[in-house]
T-cell receptor, first 114, second 113 residues
Framework: GAVVSQHPSRVICKSGTSVKIECRSL??????MFWYRQFPKQSLMLMAT?????????EQGVEKDKFLINHASLTLSTLTVTSAHPEDSSFYIC??????????FGPGTRLTVL | GESVGLHLPTLSVQEGDNSIINCAYS??????FIWYKQESGKGPQFIID?????DKRQGQRVTVLLNKTVKHLSLQIAATQPGDSAVYFC????????????FGTGTRLKVLA
């Protein structure tokens, strides 16, 4: 299947700093990418849908000024957690859509905010 | 047997036995369903999918069953192996214009040697 990468895989930052996470589709073009958040022992919660060349669509309850999404090319979407706080510590996972139905997931990024 | 853990229900099976993991989905209009396997600290890995016009689909050692009447999905793993230990999620595809997946709560599968 298609490959999606994320960088970094782990990041530790101080409270108040911003962190950028990259999501790349390596062997296919993705007009749509998705960002999920996962807390320990819980399911994946969709945060936003990232569309190439247009604004992201955020799920209810997700602050768009807090979680900035940029999808500047068909193979790259970035999620920036601004002014991170300890409650933002989580596992962030992206996926890229190929065709109408299939999503391929990245390996995830573990964010720890001290 | 099944037990409810902190947040994830857990299914414990003996190595070599068959496993059945169940999922209830929410939207009767969903037309595509997927099972994912997630190992600790990793992203979800595709296992098998099924369209709503089918009620059964088989892969290598895995079978997915779809019962649209009661909105129920199941994943059967034959001859369960230690490497099958992971959390399994079902996802339904909700074509409401944003093409987003809605994930179920997940089930932790523990394979006992």
């Amino acid at each position: 299947g298609a490959v999606v990468s994320q960088h970094p895989s782990r990041v530790i930052c101080k409270s108040g700093t911003s962190v950028k996470i990259e999501c790349r589709s390596l062997d296919f073009q993705a007009t749509t990418m998705f960002w999920y958040r996962q807390f320990p022992k819980q399911s994946l919660m969709l945060m936003a849908t990232s569309n190439e060349g247009s604004k992201a669509t955020y799920e209810q309850g997700v602050e768009k000024d807090k979680f900035l999404i940029n999808h500047a090319s068909l193979t790259l979407s970035t999620l920036t957690v601004t002014s991170a706080h300890p409650e933002d510590s989580s596992f962030y996972i992206c996926s890229a859509r190929e065709g109408d139905y299939t999503q391929y997931f990245g390996p995830g990024t573990r964010l720890t905010v001290l | 047997g099944e037990s409810v853990g902190l947040h994830l229900p857990t299914l414990s099976v003996q190595e070599g036995d068959n496993s059945i993991i169940n999922c209830a989905y929410s939207n009767s209009a969903s037309d595509y369903f997927i099972w994912y396997k997630q190992e600790s600290g990793k992203g979800p890995q595709f296992i098998i999918d099924i369209r709503s016009n089918m009620d059964k689909r088989q892969g290598q050692r895995v079978t997915v069953l779809l019962n649209k009447t009661v909105k129920h999905l199941s994943l059967q793993i034959a001859a369960t192996q230690p490497g099958d230990s992971a959390v399994y999620f079902c996802a339904e595809f909700w074509a409401s214009g944003t093409y987003k997946y809605i994930f179920g709560t997940g089930t932790r599968l523990k394979v006992l040697a």
